[in-house]
């Protein structure tokens, strides 16, 4: 039985929280044991706002140890696995502290605030044989896994033309301390420009227009274009301005040589060159539900994780970068080495 630890409860630790009571009523062999966060005693008695809906608004943490404090929870549990959903800013350190005690993590995106902490991580999980992944969960969204079945198989050919979007209203607090978070770019955009790495490979170069609204928040809208040597165009936005009751939207149109392929959010419908469209059946479970499920088992089975390495996690780290440096520079091309 792996026990867990999880720190951070705001929203995407409730997430996570949740999915991890679900793995447990589904008979997984985990038990979350524990769960830490400087303000739990406020944040348990309190609503987390965050892009999508939590399973409850107010949690009922009886069942678990809480702690305050990261090395007490250490001192008092033994744990196998810890799940950071701390402040990006925390990443790093923490993780790297945890693995090098011998301890499995699973942290949240954007995998560290600067790329080459991201690279120590690596090196710490390698160094002593512990499993880390980082939650890029469109990976394991299934509208996002259809289109990385057909990249791959080539049904419908090269890829010639790709736009990915996600766009939301502003998150609070240390988000919007672009010294902490990256900004939109960073927090949000990396969703996307994890994805296109995934699908397509490391780009040969960036060109980004960004602009600032929220003060010190850094960039709250941007666009990238990825150049790639065989001529796909592909672009990516996002823009956590959409204030009102616009909500939280995410998707993609990808063309191919012989049809596209549409995300809507929900749905995914394609559009052959030379047939009928249609939609194809896809899982309805969320990314974030499939990555736990995911890396727990290859924690229990010593499966290597492979859908989502860490350096890979870092490479798209290291696109993010690239792609701040160039908003900076009025959209220049900016080189990946």
């Given at each position: 039985?792996?026990?867990?630890g999880l720190v951070g409860f ?42 999508m809906s939590t399973a409850r ?214 559009n052959p060159n030379d047939a ?62």
């Amino acid at each position: 039985m792996l026990k867990i630890g999880l720190v951070g409860f705001g929203f995407m630790g409730r997430m996570h929280f949740d999915n991890y009571v679900r793995l447990m009523e589904e008979g997984s062999p985990v038990s979350l044991a524990a769960i830490c966060d400087p303000l739990i005693e406020e944040l348990k008695n309190g609503k987390a706002g965050g892009n999508m809906s939590t399973a409850r608004e107010v949690y009922d943490l009886s069942a678990y140890h809480l702690y305050t404090d990261l090395e007490d929870m250490l001192a008092n549990e033994q744990l196998d696995v810890i799940d950071i959903a701390a402040p990006t800013y925390l990443h790093a350190e923490m993780a790297c502290s945890l693995l090098e005690r011998g301890i499995h993590v699973f942290c949240e995106k954007p995998m560290a605030r600067h790329s080459a902490d991201a690279r120590k991580m690596v090196e710490m999980a390698n160094r002593n044989g512990k499993k880390l992944m980082i939650g890029q969960c469109l990976r394991f969204w299934p509208g996002y896994e259809y289109l990385k079945e057909v990249v791959d198989s080539g049904k419908f050919g090269q890829a010639t033309e790709g736009y990915f979007y996600r766009g939301s209203g502003a998150p609070k607090d240390w988000f919007l301390d672009e010294k902490l978070s990256g900004g939109c770019i960073m927090d949000m955009h990396i969703h996307d420009t994890d994805i296109i790495n995934y699908l397509f490979g490391k780009p040969e170069k960036v060109s980004t227009l960004g602009r600032n609204v929220l003060p010190g928040s850094g960039y709250d809208i941007a666009s990238t274009h990825y150049y790639y040597k065989d001529g796909k165009v592909i672009n990516s936005q996002v823009d956590w301005t959409l204030e009102g009751d616009f909500g939280f939207y995410m998707g993609y149109r990808v063309n191919f040589e012989g049809g596209s392929v549409v995300f809507d959010g929900s749905t995914v419908k394609v559009n052959p060159n030379d047939a009928p469209g249609f939609t194809p059946e896809i899982s309805p479970e969320a990314g974030y539900y499939r990555e736990l499920d995911y890396f727990l088992d290859a924690v229990i089975h010593d499966k290597s994780v492979d859908v989502c390495t860490p350096e890979s996690a870092a490479e798209s780290l290291e696109v993010v970068e690239a792609e701040i440096r160039s908003a900076d520079a009025q959209g220049e091309w900016v080189k990946l080495v």
